[in-house]
C-alpha cells in the first residue's frame, strides 16, 4: 500500500517568514495529494490540494509543488501569520481521493513566533 | 456547506463493551470514511464505503466493523473493546467524482478503561 512520509514533525518560524512542509510518497500510481489543516480540538480542514497532471498550484499565501519523478510535493506558506500555527497534514490517494481514501503524513506542527 | 456530524464528542466506555459511533452527513455524499487519529501517527484509515451496504477495509481494520444502510449514515463498530482502542475517531464524506475533498466531522475522543 501507499506510504507517506512527512517532515519536518515540528517547524517553528518567526511571523512573516515563510514555511515550508515536505511529503514523499511511495507509490507511483497515486495522483491526488490534499493539504489539511488541523487547529487545536479542530476537524482537519483542506486547504488546498492537486492533481498529478499539475506541477504546482497557489491559493493566495499557499503553494503546492509536485515532483512526479521524485514522488515528491510541498507545501509553501509565505508572509507567515499567527492564526497558520496549527498542524498540517500531507496526504495521497490513487484513486482521486474517491472510493479508496487518502493515506496521510503523521503531521507538521507548525508555530508562528511572534 | 457540507455538514458531518458525528454522534458523540466525548466517549467513557470499560474494556470489552460493545460500542457504535454514529456518523451522518447532509450532502449526499457516495462516499464516507473511518480514521483514527493517534498523536505521532497522524490519521489511519479504518474502513470506508463508496455506496449503501457497500464497505472496504481500510490500512487498520482490525477490531472494527462498519454499516451503512442509509446512505447519509455510516456507523463504526467496535464489538468487544481493548484499552489500545481508545483514540480519536474522524469521520468523513465526500462526493463520488475523482479530486473530491473529504470532509470531516469534529470527531469522536474515545477512551476505554
Known amino acids: 500500500g501507499e506510504n507517506v512520509e512527512q517532515h519536518p514533525s515540528t517547524l517553528s518560524v518567526q511571523e512573516g517568514d515563510s514555511a515550508v512542509i515536505k511529503c514523499t510518497y511511495s507509490?507511483?500510481?497515486?495522483?491526488?495529494f490534499p493539504w489539511y489543516k488541523q487547529e487545536l480540538g479542530k476537524r482537519p480542514q483542506l486547504i488546498i490540494d492537486?492533481?498529478?497532471?499539475?506541477g504546482e498550484k497557489k491559493d493566495q499565501r499557499i503553494a503546492v509543488t509536485l515532483n512526479k519523478t521524485a514522488k515528491h510535493f510541498s507545501l509553501h506558506i509565505t508572509e507567515t501569520q499567527p492564526e497558520d500555527s496549527a498542524v498540517y497534514f500531507c496526504?495521497?490517494?490513487?484513486?482521486?481521493?474517491?472510493?479508496?481514501?487518502?493515506?496521510f503524513g503523521k503531521g507538521t506542527h507548525l508555530i508562528i513566533q511572534p | 456547506d457540507v455538514k458531518v456530524t458525528q454522534s458523540s464528542r466525548y466517549l467513557v466506555k470499560r474494556t470489552g463493551e460493545k460500542v457504535f459511533l454514529e456518523c451522518v452527513q447532509d450532502?449526499?455524499?457516495?462516499?464516507m470514511f473511518w480514521y483514527r487519529q493517534d498523536p505521532g501517527l497522524g490519521l489511519r484509515l479504518i474502513y470506508f464505503?463508496?455506496?449503501?451496504?457497500?464497505?472496504e477495509k481500510g490500512d487498520i481494520p482490525e477490531g472494527y466493523s462498519v454499516s451503512r444502510e442509509k446512505k447519509e449514515r455510516f456507523s463504526l463498530i467496535l464489538e468487544s473493546t481493548s484499552t489500545n482502542q481508545t483514540s480519536m475517531y474522524l469521520c468523513?464524506?465526500?462526493?463520488?467524482?475523482?479530486?473530491?475533498?473529504?470532509?470531516f466531522g469534529d470527531g469522536t475522543r474515545l477512551s476505554i478503561l
Open positions: 468523513a464524506s465526500s462526493l463520488g467524482d475523482t479530486y473530491q475533498p473529504q470532509h
Open positions: 507509490d507511483s500510481a497515486s495522483n491526488y
Open positions: 492537486i492533481r498529478s497532471n499539475v
Open positions: 496526504a495521497a490517494s490513487y484513486s482521486g481521493g474517491g472510493a479508496d481514501g487518502l493515506t
Open positions: 450532502m449526499d455524499h457516495e462516499n
Open positions: 464505503s463508496y455506496d449503501v451496504k457497500m464497505k
